[in-house]
């Protein structure tokens, strides 16, 4: 007898778990109240609370030409309430997150990189009226002329196309161009398409599901007939950003000649983008701001360890912080008196200009107390599918406290491969300790190079 088995495929606990997967909010109450542990957060209370006034002053459109500094300890929760916030604005507010070395670049100056992303975080949602035909096809017959530059053969004058809806048919003489659009999309008789009256756009939305058959082999996407008419107003909302504005006007509009595509293929990828085109798109965006068509969604820039950017950059971010049209901006950093980059020696607070810091709501976040680093050990360990028995949950949180969260969370997944490879499920002590051998925290490495230097270069 032949062997047929099933093959169970599960792609639920094999999926990737980064570093702030867990993160679904802020986890604060209808009074704005932080619950000890929700939304993927525990602890840190009082920065959370102050992230949800944070929130309430963005949606009530109060926060512009301000920026919010989050300041503590590595591994106490930075980058997660920055998330948190863009979490509680919305899947529809861009998030834009970026590292204060990332605006270094030997192709771009550091001022246009910064304001790249700046403009990036920058949302634009446009609602227009667009005249569309939609419906099922009933017949398509292109028809022939002679060839206006003659010889025997013959060119597609235009194409009558019949469509129907459940109100009624209509039929349509559409452009030459629109019937190579339509043989593009490979549609026939039967499929329900959509087509745009300014544009000539041609889209195919599926088959009509009048020609779906129980016996249909082919894998085939099924719709229903539209409703209403062939002729309608549709209200189409996009949504886009700035920069991508920038990009779309930059970009050069070549022929279709030798020298204009190999102008194309010769021009770098990063090319600057001139502050009087975004000024004449700023513009443009405010005209239709005023009329009604756009509307401004300030998304969030997230620039972490915003104490490697130097005094030139701190300048110019003061300068986009009073523009009209700018994001909410969340800066977050490690440190405490330190020198500004590129300045003759002046120490600040977090290494930022005292004129910037004294324009920045500061959030301060604290260290984790045992208890919170326990339950923080439990819900990632949940997260990765790595069990602990509750001696090595103890284990681990007084290792957390000790080195730092960070080694602690690290060691979840080595100690659950020792574990499997020990014919285990459930991590140990024992499996911990084995993992503790194999890899140094930042301390005891110290200790060893402080030691014993002689195997380093």
Known sequence: MVEISEVKTSTAARDRAAAHTHIKGLGLDDEGIAKSIDSGFIGQQSAREACGVVVDMIKAKKFSGKAVLLAGAPGTGKTALALAVSQELGPKVPFCPIVGSEVYSAEVKKTEALMENFRRAIGIRIKETKEVYEGEVTEMTPEETENPLGGYGKTISHVVVGLKTAKGTKQLRLDPSIYESIQKEKISVGDVVYIEANTGSVKRVGRSDVYATEFDLEAEEYVPLPKGEVHKKKEIVQDVT????????????????????????????????????????????????????????????????????????FTYLNRALESSISPVVILATNRGMTTVRGSDGVVSAHGVPPDLVDRL?????????????????????????????????????????????????????????????NGRSVISVQDLEEAQDLFLDASRSLKTVQGDSSYLV
């Open 242 to 313: 700035l920069h991508d504005l920038d990009v779309a006007n930059a970009r050069p509009q070549g022929g279709q000649d030798i020298m204009s595509m190999m102008g194309q293929l010769l021009k770098p990828k990063k090319t600057e983008i001139t502050e009087k085109l975004r000024s004449e798109i700023n513009k443009v965006v405010q005209k239709y701001i005023d009329q009604g068509i756009a509307e401004l969604i300030p998304g969030v820039l997230f620039i972490d360890e915003v104490h490697m950017l130097d005094l030139e950059c």
């Open 361 to 421: 709501l500061i959030i301060r976040t604290l260290p984790y107390s045992q208890d919170e680093t326990k339950a923080i050990i439990e819900s990632r360990a949940s997260i990765e599918g790595s069990p602990l028995e509750a001696d090595a949950l103890d284990r681990l949180a007084v290792i957390g406290v000790e080195t730092s969260l960070r080694y602690a969370l690290q060691l979840l997944a080595p100690s659950f491969i020792l574990t499997d490879a």
